[in-house]
Nanobody, 115 residues
Framework: QVHLVESGGGSVQSGGSLRLSCAAS????????MGWYRQAPNKQRELVAVITSGVSTNYADSAKGRFTISRDNAKDTVYLQMNSLKPEDTAVYYC?????????WGQGTQVTVSS
């Protein structure tokens, strides 16, 4: 299992931007995939974006065109650049890492978007 620490959350007005970071406790080179999920109050956790070891990406429809996921293998970190934020993006954002069959989660970082 790997320890993941998210940062970069906060409060922003509608239309603003935030960049989330997720630092892993060890090299991410061998990770099958890393990604970001979010959970709004009274809703299920949902996929936002994922990036594989081969650097292919996949986004939720709600994130396409606004969010960009990237990874820096030298820093063992994955990022989520979020632009044109909307109030419906308000949620706790969780980092995920898949190493083989094991999935690890970070503690989450709050993103609040006000109208």
């Amino acid at each position: 299992q790997v320890h993941l620490v998210e940062s970069g959350g906060g409060s922003v007005q509608s239309g603003g931007s935030l960049r989330l970071s997720c630092a892993a406790s060890r090299s991410i080179l061998s990770f099958k995939a890393m990604g970001w999920y979010r959970q709004a109050p009274n809703k299920q956790r949902e996929l936002v974006a994922v990036i594989t070891s081969g650097v292919s990406t996949n986004y939720a429809d709600s994130a396409k065109g606004r969010f960009t996921i990237s990874r820096d293998n030298a820093k063992d970190t994955v990022y989520l650049q979020m632009n044109s934020l909307k109030p419906e993006d308000t949620a706790v954002y969780y980092c995920m890492a898949q190493t083989g069959v094991v999935v690890s989660w970070g503690q989450g970082t709050q993103v609040t978007v006000s109208s």
